[in-house]
């Protein structure tokens, strides 16, 4: 398939910009899926017979239960096609823009870089982001880098003040050293080449770190900081009336491109600080609201044609990103009603086994080559989703930029409860969309057609997972216990029905997984944590939504934290999981795996005992292979005494809510 060529331009590449070619495995997709949607219909027509002809309100219960499960599973797998009927790979060549265009004549770039929180976002990192993408190879006069400061803290506005002048020297170097690695952090931390002007550069870097840490570890920006009246003044801003929910708009200009200089006398970006106004009487709507503040602030400034908007630990890894965008922007025979390109969100210091599937790889790297592009408005938690979602709803159109060389990369949790929270946070967001009347299966299917629609939808219901992972988690298990069997026996031809349809969607997700570079480990370690989120993230954060419905008021907005602990992270890079905190995920996590280690060691004893096994196999497999995927559970609870360890106050109250479970399901399987 050919890519796009400039107008004019012939088939060398020259003066080609992109291409775009299908998958490999798309016949394959397609196959398998006209082969495994009659199975799927015959299970379903298996539970409907079962519901029908059962005799007992036990069996009734249980098969309904397991009908209702696996039409959410159908749902969700015929959703997942529309990733995989049509997934292409698109090239750009960066390298040809300047052949067909001046750099004078470049678009300018509005960046905007958003944080909330100077202690879980501590504002070194924040900077690192900003100075990135002011390094970017592109002309400088034309970047305008926005940061929100959605926690209106002085501590941020002080360390951007610190990283203006960290720049003019900062800049310069990168660009006159060719250097990739354009976040100051990311370069000292590589082995990059030991030079005068590096040490000289990295000294600075240092001085600047210590100032901005120092400030932020004592509470207030000292007066021996203060090199300015300007900067006094923008200071006294902070009133003691200046509260983080309560306060005036402040915007301070850091560096102006008209006329701010770096050392070797070229013009430097834009860097525009802002905290936008906030009052307790009328709602901020998060970081939807910050981001249409930045629109309104550089719509009166700077109103570049192109904006890039960032989180505050999304690094620019690759300087020459706005070049690759340019290659789909500036093309001729691109069409006018693209709206977006779209980066995957990647992430760095990943430990091997990626114990918490931080990668993210069906997401970001897998789903959206079908997908090809998703995405600020109000009404959801998730403003990225909502927004590219109604975009498209609209007729504006998206490709997706997924470069050899990752273009950003992002911050990891190390910690297991700051990747359920901020999970739990996109579990609430996206059913916010997927139950409003812009819902994805109605709404979006009416107005972008089913393909795509069904592709929105497939991530707005999400937590919808929660059911059948929750029912699979418990309800077998329950059964074993209580010496009832609710699946077919090994030697009937339902059993291989259920055989193929496990192994089948678990296959295709293998193969998926390794076509994309991923490895076996974190392909375990990524079917796992969609067990874990299952059970806790998605579970909790449905009812949370659906109590919100209720009226009845939940946890709020929770910023995943940035900030690193030595010990913790030293136990993340070893691949041990991090525990340490009691919470309400981690209970429902425990008593799950409490519940599968018992059942499995009841379907033992009863082989044991010479009961026949082919009744009790598929519970047995069921309980073991939950077992198996809890493992790191049982180790926190009976093997660990570091902090990260399972706290005792929820292996109690995870033995209780189990005891209490399995008491109530004595009573049902009677």
């Not at 400034?301 to 340019?326: E, Q």
């Not at 490709?399 to 990752?406: D, I």
């Not at 070893?574 to 981690?586: A, L, N």
């Not at 795996?593 to 096994?613: D, K, M, P, T, Y």
Request: aromatic letters at 14%.
């Amino acid at each position: 398939m050919k890519g796009s060529l400039v107008r004019g331009a012939t088939t060398d590449d020259a003066r080609l910009l992109h291409t775009v070619k299908p998958l490999r495995r798309t016949i394959f997709n397609r196959v398998f899926a006209a082969i495994y949607a009659p199975a799927i219909l015959t299970l379903l027509y298996y539970h409907a017979k079962t519901l029908i002809f059962s005799a007992t309100l036990v069996s009734f219960s249980a098969t309904l239960a397991l009908l209702f499960s696996d039409l959410v599973l159908a749902f969700m797998w015929v959703t997942t096609q529309t990733f995989r009927i049509c997934p292409v790979y698109r090239k750009q060549f960066p390298e040809n823009v300047e052949k067909i265009l001046k750099r004078s004549d470049f678009p300018a770039l509005d960046v905007f870089v958003c944080t909330a929180d100077p202690y879980k976002e501590p504002p070194i990192g924040v900077v690192n982001t900003a100075l990135a993408v002011m390094a970017y190879e592109y002309p400088a006069e034309k970047i305008s880098v926005y940061i929100s400061d959605d926690g209106g803290s002085a501590f941020t506005l002080f360390a951007f003040m610190e990283a203006a002048k960290f720049a003019t020297h900062w800049l310069p170097f990168c660009k006159k050293n060719n250097i990739l690695e354009r976040s100051p952090e990311a370069y000292f931390g590589s082995n990059h080449p030991c030079t005068s002007e590096s040490e000289k550069i990295k000294m600075m870097y240092e001085s600047m770190k210590v100032k901005v840490e120092h400030v932020l570890e004592r509470g207030t920006v000292g007066d021996q900081y203060i090199t300015s009246d300007q900067e006094r003044e923008a200071f006294n801003q902070w009133s003691s009336n200046f509260t983080r929910q309560d306060h005036p708009a402040v915007i301070q200009v850091l560096l102006d491109a008209s006329k701010d200089k770096d050392i070797d006398g070229y013009l430097m970006p834009n860097l525009i600080y802002i905290s936008r106004e906030k009052n307790k009487s009328s709602p901020h709507h998060f970081k939807a609201g910050a981001l249409n503040a930045l629109l309104r602030v550089s719509g009166s400034m700077t109103n570049a044609p192109i904006v890039l908007a960032l989180d505050c630990d999304f690094r620019s890894n690759d300087p020459r990103t706005p070049l690759r965008v340019l290659c789909y922007l500036c093309d001729p025979a691109t069409p006018p009603n693209l709206a977006f390109v779209q980066f995957p969100q990647l992430f760095q210091g990943i430990n091997r086994s990626d114990i918490y599937n931080a990668e993210y790889k069906r997401l970001f790297q897998i789903n959206m080559l079908g997908f090809d592009g998703i995405g600020l408005r109000y009404g959801s938690l998730v403003e990225d989703y909502y927004t590219g979602f109604r975009l498209h709803c609209e007729g504006w159109k998206s490709v997706f930029c997924n470069p050899e060389r990752p273009a950003f990369f992002g911050d990891v949790p190390t910690g297991l409860i700051d990747a359920l929270n901020q999970q739990k946070r996109w579990a609430v967001g996206l059913l916010e969309v997927a139950f409003s009347k812009y819902s994805p299966a109605t709404y979006g299917v009416r107005r972008m057609g089913p393909l795509m629609g069904l592709g929105y939808a497939h991530i707005a219901f999400w937590p919808i997972w929660s059911i059948p992972i929750t029912t699979y988690a418990f309800l077998p298990q329950l059964a074993l216990l209580n010496k009832v069997y609710i699946f077919p026996k090994v030697s009937e031809p339902w059993f291989f029905l259920y055989a193929f349809l496990f192994l089948g969607a678990y296959g295709q997700d293998y193969l998926d997984f390794i076509s994309a570079g991923g490895s076996v480990q974190r392909w375990w370690s990524d079917q796992r944590f969609w067990i874990a989120r299952g059970l806790t993230s998605y579970f909790l954060g449905s009812i949370e939504f659906f109590l919100g419905c209720l009226g009845i008021s939940a946890s709020g907005f929770t910023v995943t934290s940035k900030a690193v602990d030595a010990e913790q992270s030293k136990r993340y890079d070893q691949g041990i999981f991090e525990f340490g905190v009691h919470s309400p995920m981690f209970v429902s996590l425990t008593s799950a795996a409490i519940i599968n280690l018992i059942a499995f060691s009841q379907g033992l004893v009863e082989v044991f005992r010479g009961n026949n096994l082919e009744g009790l196999f598929v519970q047995m497999f069921i309980s073991g292979f939950a077992v198996v995927n809890s493992l790191p559970i049982y180790e926190a609870i009976a093997l660990r005494n570091d902090s990260g360890k399972m706290p005792i106050k929820t292996t109690i109250t995870a033995t209780l809510l189990a005891g209490a479970v399995y008491a109530a399901s004595s009573f049902i399987f009677m």
